[in-house]
């Protein structure tokens, strides 16, 4: 493993951490829109800060998430449950970011950036036993 391989993947899961916490934030002020593109893009970092370890990036988020699904998730690396949540902050990210007349609940961005924070904690699992 390239030593600047590790500290890329740890600076990009301190990113998804600092995204759960401006998620938060953001809610809090009734801004659902940008909670919901901070929980998005925490999942988003969290992804990164793994496929980095290999050394592989992608310019666009649907190359990020289809290698991490098809290298992670059906290889059972991660549980299949996970994807749903990828799904769930991608297209919700999709509709608050571009739908002008796309509204969340308070109740429905706290459950969005709940599934956020778990994904983030396996993810965060993972690097822990990945270092043991």
Not at 101 to 119: R, W
Request: glycine share 4%; with cysteine.
């Amino acid at each position: 493993m390239l030593p600047e391989r590790e500290t890329l993947s740890e600076l990009r899961l301190s990113q998804a951490k600092q995204c759960l916490i401006s998620a938060e934030a953001l809610l809090q002020i009734n801004d659902e829109r940008g909670a919901v593109n901070r929980a998005y893009y925490a999942v988003f970092h969290a992804i990164r800060s793994v496929l980095i370890l290999e050394g592989k990036d992608f310019a666009k988020h649907a190359g990020v998430i289809s290698y991490f699904r098809k290298e992670y998730i059906k290889t059972g690396v991660f549980s299949a449950d996970i994807s749903d949540t990828i799904t769930d902050l991608f297209n919700s990210r999709s509709s608050s970011d571009y739908d002008d007349h796309f509204e969340f609940t308070k109740d429905e961005v706290a459950e969005l950036l709940k599934e956020s924070a778990d994904f983030v904690a396996v993810i965060e699992e993972y690097h822990k036993k990945r270092k043991a």
